[in-house]
């Protein structure tokens, strides 16, 4: 059973950064594809961004140019750069791994944008 921890959420001023990561329990080339998603009260859960084994990346609209995604298979470690958050990104970030061995979910971190 493969196990994905989020770490990095907070509370943030509009027009600020934070860079969430997610953990591996196992080595992340085993996992084909990871992915970010988000979910705020009373809305679906929504894909950010996606990156591949192979190194494709690709984004939602609503944080295209704003949130950068990565993987470092030597830390085991997916990560995501958020910068210029509002109020609208207000939510619980969620990451996603799948491949071969399954699909797996991290429990999530809340990530709040106030002043």
């Known amino acids: 059973q493969v196990q994905l921890v989020e770490s990095g959420g907070g509370l943030v001023q509009p027009g600020g950064s934070l860079r969430l990561s997610c953990t591996a329990s196992?080595?992340?080339?085993?996992?084909?594809?990871m992915a970010w998603y988000r979910q705020a009260p009373g809305k679906q859960r929504e894909s950010l961004a996606v990156?591949?084994?192979?190194?494709?990346?690709t984004y939602s609209g609503s944080v295209k140019g704003r949130f950068t995604i990565s993987r470092d298979n030597a830390a085991n470690t997916m990560y995501l750069q958020m910068n210029s958050l509002s109020p609208e990104d207000t939510a619980v970030y969620y990451c996603?791994?799948?491949?071969?061995?399954?699909?797996?979910w991290g429990q999530g971190t809340q990530v709040t944008v106030s002043s």
């Open positions: 196992t080595n992340i080339f085993n996992l084909a594809v």
């Open positions: 996603h791994g799948g491949g071969s061995m399954g699909n797996y």
């Open positions: 990156a591949t084994r192979g190194g494709i990346t």
